[in-house]
């Protein structure tokens, strides 16, 4: 798991994709790929989820694949059988924590508030998700949240774009930031897969800034 949330500060970004169709999973986790971000948070907000994480696993298994939206221990169980090296969560839901805990499964909970950020906390955890961070009120939540969790670190979701993501990246308490910003709708829809590598390219270079 440590190497995983390596590989995951080393990327710097998490691209989210909600599959429209299993068509295009294949194309835009190539395009991903190609743009420097060979990682990808599939969600469960689409009945092509877990097809089309199958189809990434079986043909671009560069990169790698975290199950988005995960809200249940059955999807999550899912997810892990179609090939994801790990969960994400929208929200803190203890059974699923203490359930990828306990079976040793990569997980980055959800958190908004200090109450849950402190459930993570006390279950060891060091690496969280900050959604809906822009909602939740951005860089100032997270530098107030520095105070009393100085060891946890943060992916914050929800509202970063290309403009607003170098001054998540800056902060020295998030280990990487997440979110749909580099494969826009319009581009996703018309297949316009050179759209999501020069994005996937442009946040990569904010990283290494
Ligand atoms: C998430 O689940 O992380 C968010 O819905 C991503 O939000 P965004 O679409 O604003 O990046």
Request: overall charge negative; hydrophobic content about 45%; proline content about 7%.
């Amino acid at each position: 798991q440590q190497e995983q949330i390596d590989y995951i500060t080393q990327l710097g970004v998490v691209p989210l994709i909600t599959l429209h169709s299993t068509q295009e999973a294949i194309p835009l986790a190539e395009a991903l790929a190609e743009g420097g971000l060979p990682i990808a948070e599939v969600t469960f907000r689409s009945p092509y989820a877990l097809e089309g994480m199958k189809l990434i696993k079986e043909y671009v298994s560069k990169v790698t694949l975290l199950a988005g939206t995960v809200l249940s221990i059955d999807q999550a169980k899912a997810a892990l059988d179609a090939g994801c090296a790990g969960l994400v969560t929208p929200s803190f839901n203890p059974e699923l924590v203490d359930w990828a805990i306990d079976n040793d499964v990569l997980i980055v909970p959800g958190t908004a508030t200090p109450s849950d950020v402190e459930q993570a906390y006390d279950r060891g955890l060091r690496h969280v998700k900050f959604f809906p961070a822009e909602a939740y009120g951005g860089v100032a939540t997270l530098k107030s949240l520095h105070g009393p969790f100085a060891d946890m670190k943060f992916l914050p979701t929800g509202g970063i774009s290309l403009t607003n993501a170098p001054l998540y990246l800056a902060l020295n308490n998030v280990f990487a930031i997440g979110g749909s910003f580099p494969v826009p709708a319009s581009a996703q829809q018309d297949g316009d897969w050179d759209v999501i590598v020069r994005n996937c390219s442009k946040a990569r270079e904010l990283v290494q800034a």
